[in-house]
C-alpha cells in the first residue's frame, strides 16, 4: 500500500487559468464557427461596456481576416474610454479578476472570464500573443501585445512599444490570432451575432469586415447612451445561508442588526423586530413533540400568524428577549447555526418586492428604434414589462419587440437576448421559445406564423439570468419568467393585431372605392341618354357623393381607433 | 245539319293598348329620380319586386297567380348591388334607344350590345346572358312593363293557322293563306292588330305532330276555329297571343295537351300564369282557358288503354316513392286551381291507373279520328274541363 506522501506527490495546484484551458467549452469555445462568434462576442461586450461606463456613443469596427485555412485574425476596434497602462494585464491577462465578478450587477459579461478567455484561446490555438492598441486620449498610444502565463494565472506583456498620439485618439482595437475556427455567414456566425446586437443596442455603431473584404454597417439608429447597471444590495429572499456568513465577516458594520438593515435590500428596523419574533417562533416550534402540531404551527407561521404562535408556548418571551441579543452582536460573531435561522426566517417572511433600479431594460422606444434600423419592417411595436421576481427574489424583467413586413421575408424569426447579449444557441430548449410557441398567433391576425414575415425579439435582463448550462445559450423554464414572456409577447401581439386590421380595413376601404367609382363613367353615360343631363356632370355628382361617403368613414374610423 | 255551338266569339273586354311612349317616360322617371338621390347627397337606388316563389300568392278572385309586394332595394353604394345598379342603368339606357328608335333587339343582341370592358379595369359590363337576362326581367317587374314593349324579344316559337287577318306593321295577311305551316307567332306581339277574325275560338294545341294533322284534316275551316300551336310549353309570345285574343277579341281558348304532367302544366301556365313571370300574369295568363284533353276518362271513352304509356318513376304507395310523373302529379294536386272536383278526379285517376296518354294515341283509331269525331264531339257538347 502506497503512502499518501507518495500519493500525493502528484497532487497539484492548479491555476484558474489552467482549469479553464482545460475546459474551454464552458467558455462557448466549441465548434469552428461557435469559438470565432465568442471571441468577436466577448471583445464586442467588452467595448459596449466600456462605452456605456464612460458615457460614449460606441462606435465598434470588427475585422475578420483570413490567414490560411481555418485561420483568422480577428481585429475588434472601439472608441472607448482605453486602458490605462496598469490595466492591461489585468483587463487581458486574469481570469475572474473583471470589474464586475461578485457584485450584484446585470451586466453583458461572463463574469470576468470574458476578453482574458479570447486571449487564452487565441493562445492556445495559435500560439499568438494578442495585440492591444489603446488610448485613453492622452499623448501617447500604448501598443502591447499580452500572453497569459496559465500557471500564475496572469497576464504578461510579451512586447511594448509607446507611440505619439498627435491626434488625440481615443479607444482600444485589440488584435487576436485564432485557428480552428471557421467564417461563415451562419445564423451562428459573427455576421448575425453582430446584427442580433446591433438591434438590441441601438446607441451603438457596428461594422464589420468580412474576411472578402465585403464592409457591412449596422448603424446608429439611437443618440441615447443607456446608463450603466448600478449595483443592488441582495434581497433577503434571495440569499443562501453562505452569503449572509460571509458578508457578515466582511462587513464593516459593528451589529447584526446594522448590518442586515444596512446591507440587504427591503430590511428596515421593523423588519428586524420582526425577524425576532419569527427566528424565536422557528425556535419554539422546534421543541414540539407531536408532528401533527408542529406541522400545523409552521403552517400559522407561513401565514404571518408570528405573534399567535408564540403565544402558544410558555414563556416565549424568554426566548424572544435570546433571539434578540443576537441582533446586538458585532456581525462577525455571527456564527453558522445563526445565519441559518436568518436565513430560515426569511423564507417565512414577507418583504417588498426587491429594487430594480439595478435592472437596465433596452426601453420600448430603443428597441423599436433597433429593429426599425437594422430590418426596415413595415411595422414594429415593443413592450417593456415591469420588473417581476422569480425565485421569491431575483427580480428580472421581460421585454420583447416585434416586427412585421416591409424588408423582413416571410418566415418567423425569434430573436433571444439574455441581458442585451444575443442567445444563437439551443433555441430549442429556450423558455422565449417556449413562450413564443405558446401564443396562438391566429387569435392576432398572423394566420400562419411560420409564413407570415415576422421577428420577435425577447430580452430577458435580471442580475441572474438563469441560463440551462454554462454555455449560457438557452434561459431555463423559470414559470413566473415564461409567464412574463407569454404576457408581454400577448401585448405586443395585440399592437400588431391593431395595425393588421387597420390596414385590412384600409385596403379594404381603399378597394371599395375603387370598385364603386370603377362604375361611374358607365353609370354617367346610362343616366345621360335617359335623363338628358350632361355627362360629365353627372359624373361628378357621383364622384363627389363617393368621395363624401368614404370621406366620413375615415374620420369614423380615426375615432375608433382613439378610443381602443 | 246545323251545328249548335257551345262555344263561340264573346264581346271584347280589354282594348290594345301598347304605347310606346308610355314606357319611355317611365324609363325617364326613374332615371331622373337617381339624379336627384345623387346631387342631394343620397344613395341612390332602385325598388325591385322580388322574384321566386316566396314572393308569389294565387290569386282566387281573378284566378292567376300574381306576384306579392315584396321589394329588393338596389343600391349604387353597396358592393354587393354596385354592379347590378350600373347594369341596370345600362339595360334602361338602350331600350330607350331601342323603344324611340322603333327597333328590336333579341336577348342575345341586347347582351353583345351592352358587353363591353369598363375602362381602366379587366371587367366586363357584362360577363355573361345570364347577367343580362334576369336585368331585364327585373326591369320588367320594376317598371310593369312587358319586355315586348320594351322591344326585347325572345326566340320566337310556336305558330297559328286559322282564319284571322293579323296587321304586322305595313303587312296584312290571313293565316290560313300561307300554307300549311301556318304563320310563326313572333317574339313580340305588342304591335300586332288583328282586322278581321272568322274563327269562333282558339285551339291551343300542345304538339307540332297534332296541329298539322289537325290542319290537314281541314279541321279548323270546318270547326272555325284557330289552330295554335305551342310546341311544348307556351312561349311568352304564343301566351301573350292567347291571352289578347280572349280579351281582346273574345275568342274562347280551348287547351289540347297530352294526358301527362307535362301537358296539364302547359295548360296550367296558359291559364294561371308561372311562378317565374307571377309580375306578368295579369297580360300572359288566361283564367278562362279550359281544357279538352286528354283526359282520363278518353281512355275508357275511346277504348285507348293499350296505347297508352306508363307513368315514369315510383308510385307513392310503393318504397321510395313517389319519384318521377308521380310526384309532379302529387305536387299539381297541391295547386290551388286544380282545386276541383273534375281536376282532383283526373288526376287521381292518372296515379291510380299508373298511365299516361299523349294525343298522337288518337292516331290509334284512326288519322281523321281526332279531327272527326274526338275534337268536334267533345268541343261541341261542352264536355271540357275548367
Known sequence: MAEASQLFKEFKIQSVSEFFRRNAAMLGYTGKIRSLTTVVHEAVTNSLDACEEAGIAPYIRVEIEELGREHYKVIVEDNGPGIPEKYITHVFGKMLAGTKAHRNIQSRGQQGIGISGAVMFAQITSGKATRVITSTGGDKTIEAWVKIDVDKNEGKIVKKEKHPNPKGWRGTRIELEVKNVRYIRSKQGVYWYLKLTAIANPHAHIELIEPDGKLIVFPRSSEEVPKPPVEMKPHPRGVLTDDVYRMAKKTRRNTVKRFLVGEFSRISDKKIDELIEYIAALRLIKTEGDKNVQEQLYERLMKGEVKAVLRSFRGYTKVVKQVAKIMEKPPEKLTWHEAEEIVEAFKYMKFLAPPTHGLRPIGEENIEKGLRGILKPEFVTAVTRPPKVYSGGIPFQVEVGLAYGGEIPAGFELLRYANRVPLLFDAGSCVTTLAARSIDWKRYKVDDLDRAPVVLMINVISVHVPYTGTGKQSIANVEEIQNEIRLAIMDAARKLQTYLSGKHRKLYQVKRKKTFEKYVPEIARALSILTGEEEDAVKTYFLTFIEGHFKAKESELGEVSENA | ?386
Not at chain 2, 325598388?47 to 349604387?76: A, C, H, Q, T
Open chain 2, 1 to 386: 245539319m246545323p251545328k249548335s255551338k257551345v262555344v263561340r266569339r264573346e264581346k271584347p273586354r280589354e282594348r290594345f293598348s301598347y304605347d310606346p311612349t308610355k314606357v319611355l317616360s317611365k324609363l325617364e322617371e326613374y332615371g331622373r329620380r337617381i339624379l336627384e338621390d345623387i346631387k342631394s347627397g343620397k344613395n341612390p337606388y332602385f325598388d325591385i319586386p322580388m322574384r321566386g316563389l316566396n314572393n308569389v300568392y294565387f290569386d282566387e278572385k281573378r284566378r292567376v297567380i300574381r306576384m306579392g309586394d315584396k321589394l329588393s332595394r338596389r343600391y349604387f353604394l353597396n358592393v354587393a348591388h354596385a354592379r347590378k345598379f350600373m347594369q341596370t342603368l345600362l339595360i334602361m339606357a338602350y331600350v330607350k334607344r331601342l323603344v324611340s328608335e322603333g327597333k328590336h333587339a333579341s336577348l342575345r343582341e341586347a347582351y353583345y350590345a351592352n358587353k363591353h370592358t369598363i375602362p381602366g379595369t379587366k371587367e366586363n359590363t357584362f360577363e355573361d346572358q345570364r347577367e343580362s337576362d334576369p336585368i331585364i326581367e327585373d326591369l320588367e317587374r320594376m317598371l310593369g312593363v312587358l319586355r315586348e314593349e320594351m322591344h326585347l324579344t325572345a326566340d320566337r316559337r310556336g305558330y297559328i293557322y286559322g282564319d284571322i287577318v293579323i296587321r304586322d306593321g305595313e303587312d296584312e295577311f290571313n293565316t290560313s293563306k300561307l300554307g300549311m305551316g301556318g304563320w310563326a307567332v313572333p317574339g313580340t306581339v305588342e304591335h300586332l292588330q288583328f282586322p278581321e277574325i272568322n274563327v269562333d275560338y282558339a285551339l291551343v294545341v300542345e304538339t307540332a305532330a297534332m296541329a298539322d294533322r289537325l290542319i290537314e284534316e281541314k279541321f279548323p275551316k270546318k270547326e272555325k276555329a284557330l289552330i295554335i300551336a305551342t310546341q311544348g310549353q307556351a312561349s311568352r309570345g304564343v301566351r301573350r297571343l292567347i291571352h289578347r285574343l280572349h280579351y281582346e277579341e273574345g275568342l274562347p281558348i280551348i287547351v289540347f295537351t297530352d294526358g301527362d304532367p307535362y301537358g296539364w302544366y302547359i295548360y296550367s301556365t296558359i291559364k294561371q300564369g308561372s311562378i317565374n313571370l307571377a309580375y306578368l300574369s295579369d297580360k300572359l295568363a288566361t283564367p278562362e282557358a279550359r281544357f279538352v284533353g286528354m283526359t282520363m276518362d278518353d281512355i275508357e271513352r275511346y277504348g285507348l288503354k293499350n296505347v297508352t304509356e306508363k307513368l315514369k318513376g315510383i308510385p307513392p304507395n310503393k318504397k321510395g316513392g313517389p319519384t318521377g310523373d308521380y310526384k309532379r302529379i302529387l305536387e299539381e294536386m297541391e295547386y290551388p286551381w286544380f282545386q276541383n272536383k273534375e281536376w282532383q278526379r283526373q288526376l287521381k285517376m292518372a296515379v291510380k291507373m299508373g298511365v299516361r296518354i299523349e294525343q298522337q294515341a288518337l292516331a290509334n283509331k284512326s288519322l281523321e279520328f281526332v279531327a272527326k269525331r274526338y275534337l268536334p264531339e267533345k268541343i261541341n257538347s261542352g264536355d271540357l274541363l275548367p
